[in-house]
């Protein structure tokens, strides 16, 4: 009557429905009958033409009905969807309206006689509906209220309450019994399919096992020698089934192992279960057949003759070689990194988790050692990750020539590794391992014709004294490797307890950052940039600060690096533009404003909109702003960085290379792009002024070179009148430096070009 949650009903509506088209001729039939009835009892009482129309109505139903049936007959093979049952349910709604007619429409006409006698012929509908129909019992009920509940009511206004009374109890009789008669008949034809699923999903298994080629029957006599051989067994051991017959099973699956008696554990464990005579399932063996190691899976009981006396084993089998080696890898790749065969985090864990275990044990102490490559970032993002990886492979190579047998390294992820010395008793060891890892690491690679140089930093930790447990060891060994990177990479760290409090430090820095700029406690100061010969300020550099709440007043060199590496500076170099952009708008208009710029800004996709918003909205041309940016950041990305710059010097903005000579200096930056300015680096202007012969030959080479290309050279770091001599003595065009101003407030900026402080310098 309604579909019940957690089955498959459509299936089991097919059972039902199925039956519907079976019976169509013999209810088409008894539908018939019963109208030549009706037509014979009313014949005289009303008009042929009503008669007929009636008799008409109903031939159009039924038809229509059967055609319908006829569409069930693979029902029971098919799932009944909702559409297909709502259409049997009109269907049945149709002809009980149409029966209802003569009831309703004809019985009045006729005396109680008649009223009785079509009674009768309904309730003998009804009835054959509810036992040839009982796979259907929602069409029965229908048609049972339906017809039912008309004759009730006819019966009422005529005054026959007998008879209202005995339909009432036939409906519901009627309607009780086809439900029960129903859900028989739904229960066996269920437990008919269940039977036969069960039945089916038998006769796929015998058929499988008996067709397949991984399994076979074995049998051995209490002699433990193969009986009854099977030819697939045979095929197994890839012998004769005669040639085996009364052999040893041992024997034929040891190998050279049968002469030799050194027997693999797992035949003493099977010989064994053979000798108690105890059941055993899913055994795995390994046999050995015409010299190469298969594993065999063999399940076996032991058998009885009649009398309960031992006969020997029965049993099957299998090779499961392909799927041991499969679980092998698996389990091998779960352990071990792929790219450089080193041994992998979750081992490496187990690993130290093992020497702490020894330490105590041994009232010692182990050791940590977390590596991390430096610059091997800029290797990957430049030449790609093919590369990146042979040159990880290479440093997996020179970690194992360097280890000793008690110490073990592993790939941590990246371009981490870590070492552990299980037996750190030699507190010298730790250090000696160390510097030798950054020693070994730091020599030259020679990848794909490219000549690399990548060095290392390392942090150590010794347990338990740095950590009682495995993931406090770690924990520290990362905290002193951080330090080491901090420090400038290439060095050693030893944690200390120390490094809490600078972590700690560092993470409520970084809270406090997060929220400096909603709290308005950055600033912004310049300092001037002159003209070389006239000594006219012709541009300031825009430099941030920042006094925070909490901290005080906190160094550029401690909270820019932290604002890159969490991404803030992305935020925040966006205030500082606006703001420079916008206090330059006060300067004369031949004054320029000068901004650095991260590598994290540029390769921000959105950076050039960032920049064109700024000018935008604050009104500064762009020939007045300078965008600064170090070699480093083209080491990281330089296709991005590139295109981001070659966007903005498109709009009109000048590029600006600062600390030029430092770091990863390259001829090739200055081809493909076209700076505007090139800032030498004060170490080379206070090492040309103490004539230094390698910082001279530097500043006249960016000075020839910028010269050639139309580019202007600034000197950084000026301070004195000997370095001011130089500089304008080499040729640099613009000059930075204490000795012209140290970074002012906007409003220090703003009152050098006061007409009085004009007029001073003019008259100076």
């Not at 498959?8 to 019963?34: I, K, P, V």
Request: contains cysteine; charged residues 25%.
């Amino acid at each position: 009557m309604h579909d019940p949650e957690g089955a498959d009903w459509g299936r089991l509506r097919g059972l039902q429905y199925s039956r519907l088209a079976r019976l169509s001729f013999a209810r088409l039939a008894g539908h018939g009958m019963a109208a030549l009835l009706v037509l014979q009892t009313f014949a005289t009482r009303v008009h042929p033409v009503a008669l007929v129309a009636w008799m008409a109505v109903l031939v159009g139903v039924l038809i229509s009905g059967a055609r319908f049936d006829r569409t069930l007959l693979d029902a029971d093979r098919r799932r009944i969807g909702r559409r297909e049952m709502h259409r049997q349910t009109v269907s049945s709604v149709c002809i009980a309206l149409v029966w209802a007619i003569p009831m309703a429409l004809f019985a009045p006409f006729g005396n109680a006689v008649d009223r009785m006698t079509l009674w009768t012929i309904l309730a003998m509908l009804m009835t054959g509906m509810a036992v040839t129909f009982a796979s259907m019992p929602l069409g029965t009920v229908l048609f049972s209220a339906i017809v039912g509940t008309v004759s009730i009511g006819v019966f009422l206004l005529e005054g026959e309450l007998t008879s209202a009374v005995a339909a009432t109890a036939f409906v519901v009789i009627v309607t009780v019994g086809a439900v029960e008669a129903a859900r028989t008949f739904l229960g066996a034809r269920v437990a008919e399919a269940g039977m036969a699923d069960k039945s089916e999903v038998v006769s796929l298994l015998l058929r499988e096992f008996e067709e397949g080629d991984a399994d076979w029957l074995w049998q051995v006599d209490p002699n433990r020698r193969v009986r009854s051989v099977s030819p697939r067994f045979a095929f197994a051991l890839g012998e004769d089934p005669e040639d085996i017959d009364g052999k040893s099973l041992i024997q034929l699956i040891a190998g050279d192992a049968w002469e030799k008696g050194h027997f693999h554990p797992s035949l003493h464990d099977l010989a064994e279960r053979l000798k108690r005579r105890e059941s055993f399932s899913n055994l795995l063996v390994r046999v050995t057949l015409r010299g190469s190691n298969r594993w065999w899976e063999l399940s076996a009981s032991p058998k009885t003759d009649d009398n309960g006396a031992f006969v020997g084993f029965r049993g099957v089998g299998s090779d499961v070689t392909e799927q041991r080696e499969s679980a092998e890898k698996i389990a091998y790749l779960a352990r071990y990194d792929t790219l450089t065969g080193l041994p992998n985090r979750l081992m490496l864990n187990e690993a130290v988790g093992d020497a702490m275990g020894y330490a105590e044990k041994w009232r010692s102490c182990c050791a940590f050692l977390m590596i991390d490559l430096d610059r091997f970032k800029a290797v990957n993002d430049t030449l790609g990750h093919l590369v990146g990886d042979q040159l990880l492979a290479m440093v997996s190579e020179r970690l194992k020539l360097i280890l000793r047998d008690n110490e073990v390294c592993g790939r941590l992820g990246g371009d981490e590794f870590g070492v552990i010395i299980q037996d750190a008793s030699d507190g010298q060891r730790v250090e000696e391992l160390a510097q030798a890892i950054i020693s070994t690491l730091s020599q030259p690679y020679i990848v794909d014709h490219h000549t690399l140089y990548v060095g290392a930093s390392v942090g150590s930790g010794v347990g338990p004294r740095d950590g009682a447990t495995v993931e406090t060891l770690l924990r520290n060994a990362d905290l002193a490797l951080y330090r080491a990177k901090e420090d400038g990479g290439g060095r050693h760290c030893l944690y200390e307890p120390s490094l809490h409090a600078h972590a700690e430090e560092r993470r409520q820095l970084e809270f406090s950052l997060r929220n400096a700029l909603d709290r308005d406690e950055f600033s912004v100061v310049y300092q001037p940039v002159v003209d070389a010969i006239t000594e006219q300020v012709v541009s300031f550099e825009a430099l941030l600060r920042w006094t925070s709440t909490e901290h005080g007043f906190v160094s550029p060199a401690k909270f820019i690096p932290l604002a890159e590496d969490t991404r803030l500076i992305v935020p925040i170099g966006e205030w500082v533009l606006r703001t420079a952009c916008r206090e330059a708008m006060n300067w004369p208009d031949n004054v320029k404003i000068a901004v650095n710029v991260s590598g994290e800004q540029l390769l921000d996709p959105y950076f050039s909109e960032t920049v064109v918003g700024a000018l935008s909205a604050t009104g500064l041309p762009p020939h007045r702003l300078e965008i600064e940016v170090t070699e480093s950041i083209f080491v990281r990305d330089g296709t991005t960085a590139q295109g981001t710059l070659e966007n903005l010097m498109g709009i009109g903005c000048g590029v600006a290379l600062d600390d030029f000579g430092t770091g990863y200096s390259s001829l090739g930056y200055l081809r493909r792009m076209r700076f505007s300015t090139i800032k030498v680096d004060r170490s080379f202007v206070q090492g040309a002024a103490k004539d230094n012969p390698e910082s001279l030959a530097i500043v006249r080479a960016v000075v020839a070179m910028a010269d050639s290309l139309e580019m202007s050279t600034t000197a950084e770091g000026v301070e004195t009148e000997a370095e001011l001599a130089m500089i304008r003595k080499l040729g640099c065009k613009k000059i930075q430096g204490y000795f012209f101003g140290r970074p002012m407030s906007a409003t220090d900026a703003l009152a050098l070009f006061s007409p009085d402080r004009m007029a001073r310098r003019l008259a100076s």
